[in-house]
């Protein structure tokens, strides 16, 4: 085997100190956390639009269409502000 290989197999992150890990897992659970909370945030968007807008045993296409083209906005905004949050972090480091 090459060096080359060694390297490669080698873990990255076993040569972290006990406080390099703890700040990594911190890390990570924060986005988790914050990509949950975009996601149940997406969720409510997409009930709320749901119960206001589908209140009908029928629809054309044209409202489906509507519908669509509105829930494909509220998605947008609720997403942008998720994304706009997650800026504000990296600036601020």
Same mark, same amino acid.
């Given at each position: 085997? $090459? $060096? ?12 972290? $100190? ?66 706009? $949050? ?8």
């Amino acid at each position: 085997m $090459s $060096s080359n290989y060694q390297v490669f197999k080698m873990n990255p992150f076993s040569t972290l $100190s006990d406080d390099n890990h703890e700040q990594i897992r911190k890390y990570l659970k924060f986005f988790r956390l914050k990509k949950e909370a975009m996601l149940r945030a997406l969720q409510r968007e997409i009930d709320e639009v749901k119960a206001d807008r589908l209140n009908e045993d029928m629809y054309t296409r044209e409202d489906v269409s509507d519908f669509a083209d509105f829930l494909s906005s509220a998605v947008k905004v609720t997403t942008y502000s998720a994304v706009f $949050s997650f800026e504000w972090i990296f600036y601020a480091i």
